[in-house]
């Protein structure tokens, strides 16, 4: 009888065993298709994120230049160039704000927003070289003021949200889990 029970013991210990270790392979392989998931879909959204990212830097930073320029306040085409990038720029914030990151959504933003700063600025420029009056000197001073500070911040917003951007596409999605 002592064998018996010995027996039926050592198997029930066998299979508590084989069960442990069957719910470990299992945890282990579903952790990992969880992980593969995850960096698949961090796959799938990093190239239209860097796309989209890549469209916005450079007109930001062609729209800081031409403002900051002195052609600005001499060339009608320079000014109309210059104003042209409010399109490209609007498209580029919605694209990147529909695909975030937030953090990325929230530096985008930002340049948004410094860049319509500028665009104010130069259709008040634009308004001020059609006028017929040409002799407003504290509008000029204040003009070339205004649009040097929101130019150069603009350029900052810029170069903040490279960075931003950068550090969002090497993220594997991974870190968080």
């Known amino acids: 009888m002592d064998a018996g029970i010995a027996a039926i013991g050592g198997a029930l210990v066998g299979a508590v065993a084989a069960l442990g270790t069957a719910a470990l392979a299992t945890w282990a392989q579903r952790a990992n298709a969880q992980a593969t998931v995850r960096s698949e879909h961090q796959k799938e959204l990093r190239h239209p994120r860097r796309e989209a990212y890549g469209r916005l830097i450079p007109v930001g930073m062609q729209l800081a230049e031409r403002a ?55 259709w008040q420029l634009e308004s001020y070289m ?48």
């Open 130 to 177: 059609q006028s017929t009056g040409r002799d407003d000197e504290d509008l000029v001073d204040r003009l070339s003021t205004e649009l040097g500070e929101s130019s150069a911040k603009l350029r900052d917003a810029v170069l903040a949200f490279s960075r931003t951007a950068q550090i969002a596409l090497e993220a594997t999605g991974l870190e968080q889990h």
């Open 68 to 122: 900051a320029g002195d052609f600005i306040w001499i060339e009608d085409a320079a000014r109309s160039d210059a104003l042209e990038l409010k399109g490209p720029i609007d498209e580029s914030w919605l694209e990147i704000s529909l695909l975030g990151p937030p953090l990325v959504t929230s530096s985008a933003t930002e340049v948004h927003r410094h860049a319509h700063v500028v665009f104010d600025h130069l």
